[in-house]
């Protein structure tokens, strides 16, 4: 849809950040929580803590979902590989390259496997390799974990990596 078309509030709408004035969003039994539901758009700062480090803000979210320790340890581990983000884990996100931050966010928000990811022009603002990077790793999760992912993008290029149905 063209700007203003109401992508992204749809995509806030269904993520449970915006409740509808007028009518009902029906969702599958299996996404009533809010927690199996997630927004990002392309904005990092607005999903990550800039008080917590790399690790911490990781490791935070399984921690109020009440993770075991060891299974915290062992997730987050898997993530700071799979993001690239290991080298950067006592950092905090000031400190961080855009891609770097969009990567964090994007890792903090896969952190507990929710069942849907809304990305909204996520990608829009990343340089090719970090694109690329960024499209590998969510494939892997999302194939790996089952999670469903809600793009919300202008550019086919994205489309064509990472859809396999568009509407």
């Known amino acids: 849809g063209a700007s203003g078309s109401g992508k992204s509030t749809l995509g806030k709408l269904l993520s449970g950040q915006m409740t509808p004035l007028t009518g009902d969003i029906s969702l599958p039994d299996t996404l009533l929580a809010e927690r199996d539901r997630f927004y990002i758009d392309q904005n990092p700062d607005k999903v990550v803590f800039p008080w917590l480090t790399v690790i911490e803000n990781l490791r935070q979210p399984l921690k109020s979902l009440g993770w075991t320790e060891p299974a915290i340890r062992s997730r987050v581990e898997e993530l700071l590989e799979d993001f690239e983000l290991g080298p950067h884990a006592s950092r905090f996100p000031l400190f961080l390259s855009g891609g770097q931050k969009s990567r964090l966010a994007l890792a903090r928000a896969l952190s507990w496997k929710p069942r849907c990811v809304i990305l909204d022009e996520y ?42 149905r568009c509407l």
Request: hydrophobic content about 50%; overall charge negative; charged content about 25%.
């Open 123 to 164: 990608l829009a603002d990343l340089d090719l390799v970090t694109k690329e990077r960024i499209i590998t790793v969510l494939r892997k999760h999302v194939t790996c974990w089952g999670i469903t992912v809600l793009l919300i993008t202008h550019d086919p290029s994205d489309v064509a990596a990472l859809s396999d």
